[in-house]
T-cell receptor
Framework: SQELEQSPQSLIVQEGKNLTINCTSS?????LYWYKQKYGEGLIFLMM?????EEKSHEKITAKLDEKKQQSSLHITASQPSHAGIYLC???????????????FGQGTILTVHP | DGGITQSPKYLFRKEGQNVTLSCEQN?????MYWYRQDPGQGLRLIYY???????QKGDIAEGYSVSREKKESFPLTVTSAQKNPTAFYLC??????????????FGSGTRLTVV
């Protein structure tokens, strides 16, 4: 089973609508990253969350990490066609040992925004 | 500008053939990673290296090999033992204490197809 589950797997919205993507862990997270990917390209870093209850925003995208550090959400306000792509969460489960620096990724959420 | 360069962008492999994917970074990052991406499965870790001349198996290392002779370079060889190599391969790098920074920097990927 996946250590990190993303939902929904795909999302189709009309331009201007708000949307939320969730990332749920079966274990307590040490750190959580959000990335965006356009099809056939590399991943672009969006935000990193590490503290329980932390919230960060960049332009129209807001990411939150819950107090228990097992769930994160990515919220897009007033979506635009430029927001379309694949959104992936990546988690670090601990800071030391052989897994130092290693991230585990969710399956990704494919976002389509219709003009 | 600093970044990660993957080459080639597209690669075709015949049955029974070994192929090598190139990954070069000029970010002075210590750690480098290889991930495989299949539709609906997110990113799965193949190999990672935290320092020169040392590397560790990831979750799906069978049928792959790597080397880390230089800090800047982390080539991945897909051997004939890998039974299902068709996928999108992503290379990434990070400073060792990546949890305090921007996470990974990704290359633009190599799409490998078996013909």
């Amino acid at each position: 089973s996946q250590e990190l589950e993303q939902s929904p797997q795909s999302l189709i919205v009309q331009e201007g609508k708000n949307l939320t993507i969730n990332c749920t862990s079966s274990k307590t997270l040490y750190g959580l990253y959000w990335y965006k990917q356009k099809y056939g390209e590399g991943l672009i870093f969006l935000m990193m969350l590490q503290k329980g209850g932390e919230e960060k925003s960049h332009e129209k995208i807001t990411a939150k990490l819950d107090e228990k550090k097992q769930q994160s959400s990515l919220h897009i306000t007033a979506s635009q066609p430029s927001h379309a792509g694949i959104y992936l969460c990546g988690a670090a489960f601990n800071a030391g040992g052989t897994s130092y620096g290693k991230l585990t990724f969710g399956q990704g959420t494919i976002l389509t925004v219709h003009p | 500008d600093g970044g990660i360069t993957q080459s080639p962008k597209y690669l075709f492999r015949k049955e029974g053939q070994n192929v090598t994917l190139s990954c070069e970074q000029n970010l002075n990052h210590d750690a480098m990673y290889w991930y495989r991406q299949d539709p609906g499965q997110g990113l799965r870790l193949i190999y990672y290296s935290q320092i020169v001349n040392d590397f560790q198996k990831g979750d799906i290392a069978e049928g792959y090999s790597v080397s880390r002779e230089k800090k800047e370079s982390f080539p991945l060889t897909v051997t004939s033992a890998q039974k299902n190599p068709t996928a999108f391969y992503l290379c990434a790098s990070s400073i060792r204490r990546s949890f305090n920074g921007g996470g990974y920097t990704f290359g633009s990927g190599t799409r490998l197809t078996v013909v």
